[in-house]
């Protein structure tokens, strides 16, 4: 801003640009002036008007570097004036800057989504759409120790005992990766019943998703229930993809209470798209009967921030004869 435009917008809004720290909303309060010297600027600040960047590098978010009110000494050449009104507190404009930020990075996101599916349908044309997936695993080697066999990571140089292990694994057969379920001792059954038994030393993967609290939630409801669930989300016109947290409350109990007849506690589920926000609290029951039948009880209840409400359940039942 040049001298005589400053000196018609002291005690008016202006804009103050500090480059990837962003754009303040102030006053200008004051002008010092020195006979050969650039013209300095006093202002208040009062507002947010453009988020710091964020930086990829440290996947960390930057704060603003002023506060509310603060009084802040600049080259003229820094601030421009504002003509538009400005009658919010600076927290709000502060949200409002956020809410901007956000609609960058939900784009860069979109775009991004967008060239990633044309390199994967080139990678599909090319038949090496696996190596895009390589990551998403983790592999094992099978190691027999007596009679039993353990899974070893040779980069955490870390075991497991192989039975009871609830994950699905994948086997090379063949010259794919197939996935299979582990029988007992080396020998694992394929989706089609076909038993393989591998070698001491032989490689099997996991993938990663199934460590995800939300993916092994699913993976341990029943049919019925997973349906129920679907049910809920569905009438939401929402699905799995849209789930931001889960905790899983029925894992860590299965995990730690080998010896237990009956389970039962509260998960909680929390789900988002562009428009609402969605919680469900999973309330279930697992035990065994004097019968020695496994019992089930799931009930979903759907809570959106808009106050819509849906309760989905699935039960197993037993007759009394």
């Not at 018609?8 to 002036?33: A, C, D, F, P, R």
């Not at 990551?135 to 120790?145: E, F, G, I, P």
Request: glycine share 6%; charged share 25%.
């Amino acid at each position: 801003m040049d001298r005589n435009t400053a000196k018609n917008h002291i005690g008016k809004w202006v804009i103050i640009n500090e480059g990837n720290q962003g754009q303040y909303i102030g006053i200008l309060e004051e002008m010092k002036t020195e006979p050969n010297k650039p013209w300095r600027a006093i202002v208040r600040i009062k507002g947010v008007y453009v988020y710091p960047d964020f930086s990829l590098e440290k996947l960390d978010l930057v704060k603003p570097v002023f506060k509310e009110n603060e009084r802040y000494e600049c080259s003229g050449q820094k601030i421009d004036p504002f003509n538009e009104s400005f009658s919010d507190g600076y927290n709000e404009s502060l949200a409002y800057s956020l809410k901007d930020k956000w609609d960058e990075v939900h784009q860069i996101n979109q775009d991004t989504e967008a060239i990633l599916s044309l390199i994967q349908q080139e990678l599909r044309r090319l038949n090496s759409e696996h190596l895009i997936f390589e990551a998403s695993y983790v592999y094992y080697q099978l190691v027999k120790k007596g009679r039993s066999v353990h899974i070893y990571d040779e980069l955490k140089r870390e075991s497991l005992a192989l039975d009871g292990c609830p994950f699905e694994f994948e086997i090379h057969d063949n010259g794919l990766w197939i996935p299979a379920l582990h029988v007992k001792g080396l020998v694992f059954e394929t989706e089609d019943g076909k038993q393989v038994e591998l070698n001491h030393g032989s490689t099997v993967r996991l993938n990663k998703s199934q460590f995800d609290p939300y993916q092994m939630l699913l993976n341990e409801l029943e049919e019925p229930s997973l349906h129920a669930l679907e049910k809920g989300l569905k009438q939401l016109q929402i699905g799995h993809e849209h789930s931001v947290y889960c905790h899983n409350s029925l894992l860590i109990k299965l995990l730690s209470s080998f010896d237990e007849e009956e389970l039962n506690g509260v998960n909680f589920i929390s789900y988002s798209n562009d428009k609402n926000q969605f919680v469900v609290q999973h309330h279930y029951e697992r035990g065994i009967n004097d019968l020695g039948e496994n019992t089930t009880y799931d009930r979903f209840e759907f809570t959106s921030d808009s106050g819509e409400r849906i309760l989905t359940t699935y039960t197993t039942q037993f007759s009394n004869d």
